[in-house]
Antibody, heavy 117, light 104 residues
Framework: EVQLQESGPSLVKPSQTLSLTCSVT????????WNWIRKFPGNKLEYMGY???????YYNPSLKSRISITRDTSKNQYYLQLNSVTTEDTATYYC???????????WGQGTTLTVSS | QIVLTQSPAIMSASLGEEITLTCSAS?????MHWYQQKSGTSPKLLIY???NLASGVPSRFSGSGSGTFYSLTISSVEAEDAADYYC???????FGGGTKLEIK
């Protein structure tokens, strides 16, 4: 079975860089699309971006200057980096497998991040 | 960027009732996915590519639509269906604002 697990800090100070890891088992990140999504307090979901099987990336234009998604195929992990965080980046962050055709079919449990000094 | 508008924001339904949630796109799109999220859990894929039932999803859920209007129907609401429901267009990188389903 495909499983995804997010890991990273639960608290980050404003202006710092957020780094999260998504560890994948049961599938290879060299196939398909691997996504980051976040859910804000108040329940709005925001699609952040993906890294594809080939290593190409897409970023939500609203985040494009601050976001980077990378991967380590040897560890079957992919990563989210978000620079210059503010309190508005406080959210639960999810990694998920998926594509346009099949939807986001497997999700991690989510990791809650608070941005606060 | 395409905006997805879901309605209603909150729906209250009785057990056994048939309900329809809607998702309106600001421009025509070719498909829609639907997710269910219960409190404290990750979103769960219900419907992919407009009308296809995801694995393990009960048959009381169905999806339809085209162009700028899509819908999710629950044919006979059960207590376990209380959740938030989101539409999603991957190619447009957007989610709808969600519909909260409450059971009377």
């Amino acid at each position: 079975e495909v499983q995804l697990q997010e890991s990273g800090p639960s608290l980050v100070k404003p202006s710092q860089t957020l780094s999260l890891t998504c560890s994948v088992t049961g599938d290879s990140i060299t196939s398909g699309y691997w996504n980051w999504i976040r859910k804000f307090p108040g329940n709005k979901l925001e699609y952040m971006g993906y890294i594809s099987y080939s290593g190409s990336t897409y970023y939500n234009p609203s985040l494009k200057s601050r976001i980077s998604i990378t991967r380590d195929t040897s560890k079957n992990q992919y990563y989210l980096q978000l620079n210059s965080v503010t309190t508005e980046d406080t959210a639960t962050y999810y990694c998920a497998r998926g594509s346009g055709t099949w939807g986001l079919d497997y999700w991690g449990q989510g990791t809650t991040l608070t941005v606060s000094s | 960027q395409i905006v997805l508008t879901q309605s209603p924001a909150i729906m209250s339904a009785s057990l056994g009732e048939e309900i329809t949630l809607t998702c309106s796109a600001s421009s025509s799109v070719s498909y829609m996915h639907w997710y269910q999220q219960k409190s404290g859990t990750s979103p769960k894929l219900l419907i992919y590519s407009t009308s296809n039932l995801a694995s393990g999803v009960p048959s009381r859920f169905s999806g339809s639509g085209s162009g700028t209007f899509y819908s999710l129907t629950i044919s006979s609401v059960e207590a376990e269906d209380a959740a938030d429901y989101y539409c999603h267009q991957w190619s447009s990188w957007t989610f709808g604002g969600g519909t909260k389903l409450e059971i009377k």
